[in-house]
């Protein structure tokens, strides 16, 4: 369904009074895009996710006084940010479930959050295996057997040298890559930074 062919049938349940109806094609035609819209603004997933929810909620009361000034997607977004804006001004504000009611759409906003959620992580997985290709082989290897293999640094030691090694230098070793590991591990965090996967510190 094109944008345009979109809003015409949330026009047109509106105009039949099929509130619910025009909600939930609203929430699944808009919402992955809408949560990874406020997952870019809040950088956080718990937040998002109370943030999402008060989106489907001020679209939900929202509906009846639409009247396509701008777009649906424009009003959706706008909607999306306000509802960011009066998060962070009070994150812990009890929110009350204005669709409670309509179980319906409790689940469309549970499934389109879970659902897109899971497909930014696994974007995100991505992107940091993408980052980690950058690295030189050294230290990729060091990183998968630290992080991943959960090695210890005198372990990694002997891996890297690539036969046994006496104790004495085994722990000199292991106290060299335990610095080495947070070099490289500051070293993606720049790299992440760079590409807009974390929040530069300020």
């Not at 929110?95 to 689940?107: G, I, K, N, T, V």
């Not at 090695?151 to 890297?160: E, G, H, P, R, T």
Request: charged share 30%; with cysteine; glycine share 6%.
């Amino acid at each position: 369904m094109s944008n345009a062919g979109f809003q015409r049938a949330v026009q047109r349940h509106l105009g039949q009074g099929q509130l619910a109806e025009a909600a939930t094609l609203a929430i699944e035609r808009l919402g992955p895009e809408i949560f990874g819209f406020v997952r870019s603004l809040t950088r956080d997933e718990s937040a998002a996710s109370e943030v999402f929810s008060i989106f489907c909620e001020d679209l939900w009361r929202g509906l009846p006084g639409f009247r396509g000034e701008a777009s649906f997607r424009t009003w959706a977004y706008t909607l999306a940010r306000h509802a960011n804006v009066r998060f962070q001004r009070d994150p812990f504000r009890r929110r009350q479930r204005s669709f409670d009611a309509y179980p319906q759409l409790l689940e469309v906003e549970e499934r389109v959050r879970t659902s897109t959620l899971q497909h930014l992580k696994s974007e995100v997985r991505q992107a940091v295996t993408r980052l980690r290709e950058r690295l030189d082989p050294d230290e990729q290897a060091i990183l998968v057997l630290r992080i991943d293999r959960a090695m210890s640094f005198q372990d990694i030691a002997v891996v890297m040298s690539g036969g046994p090694l006496d104790d004495a230098l085994r722990k000199t070793r292991a106290a060299a890559l335990r610095k080495r590991v947070e070099r490289i591990k500051g070293k993606l965090r720049t790299m992440a930074e760079a590409e807009g996967l974390m929040r530069t510190k300020e």
